[in-house]
């Protein structure tokens, strides 16, 4: 019971994580019909910018309160990587939202690996692998037998808090509801003065701070390097196809499946070298008996 | 027609030779010992060594008056040769030593070049002694499975670590109940945890998880909830430095308390630094410490320092004692011949070296201990020496 107590809390953790990163994919898909597939860099490269920004602060001459510091790192990491999505949409996307769809996508993947080997190079990076400092106490106990840390509490209940604030923002604010009118109809939502370019660059703005919340608590648990984009990129893309990408809700709850894939695998399976296998069968098995995912609807062909 | 003129003169040096050999102390009576290195290319760092080692031990036999071999002193003489760090220089610089007709061959070092110019030593029935090759290749044929007659190493190789961990984790740890948590898609890493499975269980004491992740991989809380819960009381993880840190520290997270052991893999300061208290008095096994206790690893490292200005690395330590070997089987075999040279080599029963006594048994294998360096005060500390 306790064993599976803790498969259970290590699964939220990891959920929480692809979920987070899972909401970046399915958004820019809702409103653009197009995949990010450097989103996954993006999230690398917000790591990054926490361990900096981190590393900074904690070197400062004058300590600053520990909270005050926790929450500029969080700020600041979610303040450069929206910027720097929005500067690849600009960039890089903008010019081929006409184009075929295929240009696109061939772009994104351009892109992260631009992201990955830019970091490679640049020597304040480089290629080891380090930590983000961390910003709380670290701290392991037990509760009845199931071990648990401040880190992984801080993942579990931060992702859980941002994911309702943004259904809240998705679903009540006119920001929101920008968003869900594109993404139903991209030419005849501008006639109704919505400013489209707007709109997309404040998804991916959005994604990509999301992204970064939980970036920065990742590189606190995890160690971070320029690589480490490609597979938790893949498993968060899972995880909105599985939950029906395009659809909010649908990347949570896929992210989550992906957590409990991740976790109970070597659990039920005799090695943790069939992940993989499992997390892209069930895709593959997904996509032949309900191509549009758990919540994902059925699309309509409009003629 | 100028057959007959060359005979003469070379008659003529062979009695000036031989006058001059008997007149002076040391004029002909020295041995040549061929040095392959990669003095050039992608591992520089690792032929300097190569290089520096060889220098100084030459020196030593030097300075205190010569080998003695079958009753005749004789100095040593190094002929180096770079190879580049590649694989068909390396084959080419071996052969350019046969041809030369050196006694024996110190290197290549790293397998990629020791693996071709092994083939080389071998046809040319030349002995060769890698420092520092850790591939199984290099001393077995690849056709036959055989091993090869003239293919020696001073290092172990990779396996053995296993042997050697599993050793030390029941003599030492005391482990009743171990536990391996090893990167399945790793040869290295794969090739270390299975032999450490198999030394535990011919001694009775069988693993009670054996867990796997692949390269890349960054949470191990499901494997380490598994090891935790079947009540493992110490945790293998031959894995590279840039990942042990966070199994360690999840292993924490998720309740571990007991001591975790790793490989050579270990040796890079990079782990403390990620690491951090986490990695406080554990344990990885390894060629050689540079604060190791032994006389003769003291005086070795004082000699490097003092004429280099700096601490031996693995390489030069290996080097070093490749020499070691080479000069203790010219002492038994009595005379400067390759094949005699070969059998003493062979046959040496006791070594005691840099990097720890070693024994040769019909393979080019040595069978020799492996040093295990705690991690203590944010310093890899020597703790012991692990025999097999």
Known sequence: MQFFVQQVLNALQVGSVYALIALGYTMVYGILTMINFAHGDIFMVSTYLAFFVATLLLGLAVPLHPAIIFLATILAAMFGTALLAVTIERLAYKPLRTAPRISAVITALGVGLFLENFMVAFKPVGPEPRFVPPLFPLVNFTIGGVAVSTIQLVIIVASALVMFLLDVIVRRTMVGMAMRAISWDKFVVPLMGVPVDRIISMTFALGASIAAIGGTLYGMAYTIDPYMGIRIGWWAFISAVVGGIGNIRGAMIGGFILGFVEIFTPVVLPASTYRDFVAFSLLLVLLIFRPSGILGRPSVQKV | ?388
């Open chain 2, 1 to 388: 027609m100028r057959r007959p003129y060359l005979l003469k003169t070379l008659a003529f040096l062979e009695v000036l030779a031989t006058v001059l050999g008997a007149c002076g102390p040391a004029a002909a009576t020295k041995i040549t010992v061929g040095l392959n290195a990669e003095l050039t290319g992608g591992i520089p760092v690792v032929g300097e060594s190569c290089k520096n080692a060889a220098e100084l031990a030459a020196k030593e036999v030097n300075d205190a008056g010569g080998l003695d071999v079958g009753g005749t002193k004789y100095t040593i003489e190094l002929m180096i040769e770079d190879n580049e760090d590649k694989a068909e220089s390396a084959a080419a610089a071996a052969q350019k030593l046969v041809s030369a007709g050196v006694v024996a061959m110190i290197g290549p070092n790293a397998s990629r070049n020791a693996i071709p110019a092994a083939e080389v030593a071998e046809s040319s029935k030349m002995p060769m002694i890698s420092p520092w090759s850790t591939n199984v290749k290099t001393t077995i044929d690849a056709q036959t499975g055989q091993p090869k007659k003239y293919v020696f190493r001073a290092a172990f190789i990779d396996d053995f670590q296993g042997v050697v961990a599993a050793k030390f984790a029941m003599d030492q740890l005391g482990t009743q109940k171990p536990a391996v948590l090893y990167d399945v898609a790793s040869e290295y890493n794969k090739g270390i945890a299975e032999v450490y499975k198999r030394t535990l269980e011919e001694n009775g004491r069988p693993v009670v998880a054996f867990e796997t992740y692949t390269t890349g991989d960054k949470d191990f809380s499901s494997q380490l909830t598994k090891i935790v819960a079947r009540g493992a009381d110490s945790l293998f993880l031959p894995n590279y430095y840039t990942e042990v840190p966070m199994q360690v520290q999840q292993a924490h997270k998720l309740g571990f308390t007991g001591p975790a052991v790793g490989s050579d893999s270990w040796g890079n300061l990079e782990l403390i630094t990620l690491c951090g208290a986490d990695c406080e008095g554990l344990y990885f096994t390894t060629h050689y410490a540079a604060d190791i206790a032994t006389p003769k690893a003291q005086a070795f490292i004082k000699a490097y320092e003092a004429a280099y200005g700096k601490t031996p690395d693995d390489v030069a330590a290996l080097t070093y004692d490749s020499f070691g070997l080479l000069f203790q089987a010219l002492k038994a075999a009595g005379k400067v011949d390759r094949e005699a040279v070969r059998e003493a080599l062979a046959s040496i029963t006791l070594y005691e070296g840099v990097t720890g006594n070693m024994e040769f048994r019909g393979t080019g294998d040595p069978i020799k201990s492996a040093v295990v360096i705690q991690i203590k005060n944010g310093k890899f500390t020597y703790f012991a020496t692990a025999n097999p």
